[in-house]
């Protein structure tokens, strides 16, 4: 059993920044992360580019710069996190979930974590800090067929759907993507969207262009329907409006429908969950969850959510809080965020 003052979960962009804010005040801890550094944005497909600004993405001061001094791209920001990592040396342990979590018998925690091949170790720290993300899982449709080797849950690579029927389910901004990337490959795509418009905020550069291309008829959006049934070559779309049905024939369907977040680190430990969303209760001050010791960081604080209330901009003064917490020092104030048009 290996013991330490703290362990975080998680080296996502808020890990990492926990991570750097205790390194900075010379406290000791170990990080892990079930994937690789920064594993969500790793799996945004290929040239994504951020809807926030870079100076919003940076974490601890380090600047984001982006080649172009647009708005960066999933690679850039791979590529900066992989800098602040070297830069602050973090000792990151990649590829090693943690699997079971537990209370100490003197007080602290247990954890087991498991590596990629099949190892198993065992941990003891005073002070834990969950900063496991929101998206554990896809969220299901719930209908039949949805398992089929042809449904995928995010783009991937666009470049496949060249010729292919493509039904994107979803009009939110990844959905949104998507069909525009998997079009511009030569796909011939279909969106179903439950709403009677395309999401408010999907991206200013996305959305003008999408509704211009449905609008000329070479993207078909069919609005306040959803899928009833997936079939090997075709789905069944239900109208919201007067519930009948009708099918669109497919060679790929896309899910995009957004992701669930686990709870489970937390429930293990009693921590106090609450609402729809399953958010974890807090302190704002200290990011102290209901169990002492046990903190929250980044996106993990709001559980699955169903409007995007917590993300990386907002998230950054968590890890501040955290390493002020744990250094007694006074708690840094509430950052002060212009507001960004709504879009
Ligand atoms: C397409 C897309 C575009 C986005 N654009 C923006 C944007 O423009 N601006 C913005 O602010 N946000 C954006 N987001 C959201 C942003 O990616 C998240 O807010 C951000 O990644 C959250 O950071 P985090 O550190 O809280 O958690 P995450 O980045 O989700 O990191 C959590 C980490 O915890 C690890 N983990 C989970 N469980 C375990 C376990 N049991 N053991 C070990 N490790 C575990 C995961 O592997 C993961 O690496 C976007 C998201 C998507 C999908």
Known sequence: MHEVPTIIIGCGPIGLETAV????????????????VGQQIVDFPSGTRWFSSPERLSISGVPFITATNEKGTREEYLAYLRAVVEQFDLEVRTFERVIELGHGDGGGFRLRTRTLS????EFACERLVIASGGTARPRR???PGEDLPHV????GEAHRYLGRRVLVVGGRNSACESALRAFRCGAEVTISYRGSELHERVKYWIRPELMAMIASGQVRCLLETEPAAIESDQVVLRSLKDGSTSTIPVDDVLLEIG???DGS???ALGARLEGEDRAVVHDPSTMETTVPGLHVAGTAVAGTQSRFRVYIENSHIHAKRIAAAFSGE????????PKLPES
Request: hydrophobic share 40%; net charge negative.
């Open 21 to 36: 804010e205790l390194k900075r005040r010379g406290l000791p801890y170990l990080q892990f992360d079930a994937g690789a």
């Open 118 to 121: 099949g190892l198993t170790h």
């Open 141 to 143: 449709l719930g209908v």
């Open 152 to 155: 995928h849950r995010s783009l």
């Open 259 to 261: 992701y669930e977040a």
């Open 265 to 267: 680190l937390f429930e």
């Open 330 to 337: 006074p708690v840094p104030p509430d950052p002060v965020l």
